[in-house]
């Protein structure tokens, strides 16, 4: 059942660096868009960042733009996402999700059902 797995999450201090893992299986590797969500208790989940496994194009959360960035690796069937520059407001369970039928702008901003998810793993930016 399981079709994303994420790794890598942590605890970082302000300023740091992480990079998140998403390894994908099964019918998620047919997925239009593959990308990572961000959940703190109380707040929605937000799109970071995602990107299309057609043709490449990424989208951006514009508060992580220019301190994350999004790849993805077909021969590992995983995508990545280097986060520099932490902060502490980055805080947040980190999930990988797969769309088979969206834009990657469509799928960050949560426009449509979302099939796939991963279990998320913790990200934690403090001092």
């Known amino acids: 059942q399981v079709q994303l797995v994420e790794s890598g999450g942590g605890l970082v201090q302000p300023g740091g660096s992480l990079t998140l893992s998403c390894a994908a299986s099964?019918?998620?590797?047919?997925?239009?868009?593959i990308g990572w969500f961000r959940q703190v208790p109380g707040k929605k989940r937000e799109g970071v960042s995602c990107?299309?496994?057609?043709?490449?194009?990424?989208y951006y959360l514009y508060s992580v733009e220019g301190r994350f960035t999004i790849s993805r690796d077909s021969a590992k069937n995983s995508i990545y996402l280097q986060m520099n520059d932490l902060r502490p407001d980055d805080t947040a369970v980190y999930y990988c999700a797969a769309q088979m039928s969206a834009t990657v702008e469509a799928m960050c901003q949560m426009w449509g059902p979302i099939e796939f998810w991963g279990q998320g793993i913790q990200v934690t930016v403090s001092s």
């Open positions: 990107i299309s496994n057609s043709d490449g194009r990424t």
């Open positions: 099964g019918s998620a590797l047919d997925a239009e868009a």
